[in-house]
């Protein structure tokens, strides 16, 4: 019983483990989709440098803004001529023609909350329109809230399941020690006292489960991440120095959980008695 | 003292184990329960434990009202008790000595006092010699000793044995219930379910008759004749 608790054991929290895994990078990596979505505040053209200087100071300073950054008409052509590459060849001549606008480049620190900055950036003096890509923005957030979602949900089912069959698998062991358990229980022993070695047995199976499991994800994700990144390039995968404490702490939690709750259930049809 | 006060057991389906029994056992008594299979013997020595409860009545043991104790509280009944079963059940993985220590170990004795009274319920029961070995390495009627044993070593005031000697041959029973009559002697009340009507005669003690749940005989000095 012991082995094939332990296999259990180890399989639940091996998924658990690869599923935490998943979760982090689908989380990093929304965070990092999130980042990329700038707004941009266009400004007048007739507005001074001092103006725009004060327009970008004023933006700064609100209290959902994480970063921001101006782009003079100068820098913005020098931008698109860079963008252009040979074909800036088109651009010739236009040089000091107001075609360009100067504008301020904003990332948030929420952007749920965009559309009130937006309609705040929108009305200081100066700015004429403001580019909000508000469909990838909606799109990002809703995105992210189900990842963030469905990972809840899926590790309370993986635990459900991970005790249902923890719970299983000990219940054989236990049935194999139940005229023992009625002896106990006939000459007076409490629940609590019959119940006590077969919790800590269950948290022994977990430790151990959670031992065998951790040392398999850690070697696994380096090599999973380091070949899903040479695929991959356009995000950066969470690195296993960063996750290794969350992700033990909760592995071993998970474990000794699933371990002491699947031996205590499973004793509890024989305490009637 | 022991009050069954109109106790009545309806299992699932309407199946009548007691009807509205009642009796009483003084303290330091010996009493048989006799009947045939399905009588409510059973049923009596499982209200006696807190193993069920009465679905009327009550059921009182040395004051304590059996069926109005919470569950985490029959524990502390059974320590009071000493149960004797026909099968010995005892734990195969133990010792003679471990058998009879662990009775004690559960109701958090210090080690001292286990080292000292074991050997000595060891050698009251005639296994003294028999300490080390385990179930499986001693004979049936040594096997319902070490239960004796067990069932003494807490100092209970009343043992409940059921079918004691079923599984023993003539002589070993004689010698089991010569046991028994000694404990009794020295104060501790025993009720005890068997089928053999020699026991029964040969001890001349209170037999209570049961019979469809109810009581049908309760003789001072009765014997085992259940055709009356």
Known sequence: MTVASFITVSCCLFLFGVFLLFTLNMNSISEQIESQCEIIARIDFDVSAQQQQDIYNTILNLENVKTAELETQEQALTNFKKELGDDAVVLEGLEGKRFLRSSVKISLKDIRKSEEAVKYIQKINGVAEVENRQDIVSKVVKFTAAVKKGSVMAMLILLIIAIFIIQNTIKLSVHARGKEIQIMKFVGATDHFIRMPFVIEGVMIGTLGFIASFVIITFGYNAVISSVSSIIRLFDFVPLQACITPLGISMALFGVLMGALGSGLSIKRHLKV | ?228
């Not at chain 2, 199946?15 to 399905?38: A, C, H, P, Q, Y």
């Not at chain 2, 069920?52 to 524990?75: A, F, M, Q, W, Y």
């Not at chain 2, 005639?126 to 009627?141: D, V």
């Open chain 2, 1 to 228: 003292m022991i009050k069954f006060k109109n106790v009545s057991v309806v299992y699932d389906k309407d199946i009548i184990g007691l009807d509205n029994v009642s009796f009483k056992i003084d303290d330091g008594e010996f009493v048989f329960l006799v009947g045939k299979t399905g009588a409510g013997k059973s049923s009596a020595i499982k209200l006696l434990t807190g193993e069920i409860k009465p679905t009327e009545g009550d059921v009182i043991v040395d004051g304590i009202i059996v069926n109005s104790l919470k569950r985490s509280k029959i524990p502390y009944l059974r320590r009071a008790q000493g149960v004797v079963f026909q099968d010995f059940r005892l734990l195969p993985n133990k010792t003679v000595y471990e058998n009879v220590a662990f009775a004690m170990e559960i109701t958090g004795k210090k080690k001292k006092e286990i080292k000292r009274k074991v050997p000595k319920i060891l050698d009251i029961v005639g296994l003294g010699e028999r300490a080390g070995n385990y179930p499986n390495e001693i004979s049936g009627g040594e096997q319902q000793r070490v239960s004796i044993a067990r069932a003494l070593v807490n100092s209970p005031s009343l043992i409940i044995a059921d079918e004691p000697t079923g599984n023993l041959d003539v002589e070993t029973s004689a010698e089991v219930m010569s046991l028994f009559e000694e404990i009794n002697k020295m104060g501790t009340t025993i009720v005890m379910v068997t089928h053999s009507e020699k026991i029964v005669n040969d001890m001349q003690k209170r037999v209570i008759q049961l019979e469809n749940g109810c009581i049908v005989r309760d003789e001072e000095k009765g014997v085992y004749n259940l055709g009356i």
